[in-house]
């Protein structure tokens, strides 16, 4: 029989803030998606504009999470140089 770790209180928090910042970042794609998308509309057309769109969606969707991942992990304690 399979034994499964209760998650402690601290991961659980880990894991609502790694939304929360994952979220947050994701909105900030979104927004840098829409605005390039314009612009690459108003240069080359639409059909340019919706590759460069979801391209740029679906890299900032990565992006988003290797960033929340890396801001919420946990950190690394500096140890005193031992003589």
């Known amino acids: 029989m399979l034994a499964f770790a209760e998650p402690s209180p601290t ?8 939304l929360i910042v994952y979220v947050a ?3 900030l794609g979104d927004i ?14 639409s059909q340019a504009s919706l590759v460069v769109f979801l391209a740029l ?3 900032f969707l990565w992006v988003a ?11 690394l304690e500096e140890r005193p140089a031992q003589a």
Do not use: H
């Open 11 to 18: 991961q659980g928090e880990n894991n609502v803030w790694l």
């Open 25 to 27: 970042l994701v909105i």
């Open 32 to 45: 840098a998606d829409y605005l390039i998308g314009l612009v690459v509309e108003r240069m080359w057309g």
């Open 57 to 59: 969606y679906f890299l």
């Open 65 to 75: 999470w290797v960033i929340a991942v890396w801001v919420t992990g946990p950190k």
